[in-house]
């Protein structure tokens, strides 16, 4: 069964400064999609990045960027410049390119902002 | 554009009381729909999923039930809540054609059983 491992359950970094939350994960598959969800105290889940396996290219949206190791099974988020309203739980999350359609889910990392 | 809605936002009902959760899906046809919990400073746990008008996948053995009367509606039933049954529950639809598709979700409920 395919794991999701986040380890760090919190983490700060000042305002305009950058931060990177890890996420590696655990599968057998080769065609798989990798999300980074955000939730702020209002607890909505908001998505942040999407990454497809097969793309060597690493995903960018705007101040968020991932770090995709495919052999190393890693997925790390980088927020640049970061802004108060970047405060949240964020989730990283797994989902089989197969035909179960299920997204699995880290524990989650607390992000504080300092400003 | 698709929205889904999610309701009630909050419930507190007492322990050996029915509970039905209700999640529909608005501006998309065939989703996928998945029911979520989330207790307490923990992660998500996938409690059921359907591909279908009542195809309904469970993932934990438990006190829930999950059915889907309709394509875009989605309830999570109970007989009888236990107090282990609190949390917050979210309920996500996903475009099933689309291979790259994230899950979206609705606002939640935030359920304590007491």
């Known amino acids: 069964a395919q794991t999701v491992t986040q380890s760090q359950p919190e983490m700060s970094v000042q305002e305009a400064e950058t931060v990177t939350l890890s996420c590696t994960y655990d599968?057998?598959?080769?065609?798989?999609?990798l999300f980074w969800y955000k939730q702020p105290p209002s607890r909505q889940m908001i998505l942040v990045i999407r990454?497809?396996?097969?793309?060597?290219q690493n995903a960018t949206e705007n101040r968020f960027s991932v770090n995709f190791q495919k052999a190393a099974k890693s997925f790390s988020l980088k927020i640049s410049d970061s802004q108060l309203g970047d405060a949240a739980m964020y989730f990283c999350?797994?989902?089989?390119?197969?035909?179960?359609?299920?997204?699995?889910f880290g524990t989650g990392t607390l992000l504080a902002v300092q400003p | 554009s698709q929205t889904i809605h999610q309701w009630p936002a909050t419930l507190v009902q007492p322990v050996g009381s029915p509970l039905s959760l209700e999640c529909t899906v608005e501006?998309?046809?065939?989703?996928?729909l998945y029911w979520y919990r989330q207790a307490a400073g923990r992660g998500l746990q996938l409690l059921f999923y359907?591909?279908?008008?009542?195809?309904i996948s469970s993932e934990v053995p438990q006190n829930l039930s999950a059915s889907r009367p309709q394509d875009r509606q989605f309830i999570l039933s109970s007989k009888k809540l236990l107090l282990s049954d609190s949390g917050f529950y979210l309920c996500?639809?996903?475009?099933?054609?689309?291979?790259?598709?994230?899950?979206?979700f609705g606002n939640g409920t935030r359920l304590t059983v007491t």
């Open positions: 996500a639809w996903r475009a099933r054609d689309l291979y790259n598709s994230p899950l979206h």
């Open positions: 599968t057998s598959e080769s065609d798989y999609y």
């Open positions: 990454q497809e396996a097969y793309k060597q």
């Open positions: 999350a797994y989902r089989s390119g197969g035909a179960t359609n299920k997204l699995i």
């Open positions: 501006g998309t046809s065939n989703p996928n």
């Open positions: 359907s591909v279908g008008i009542g195809q």
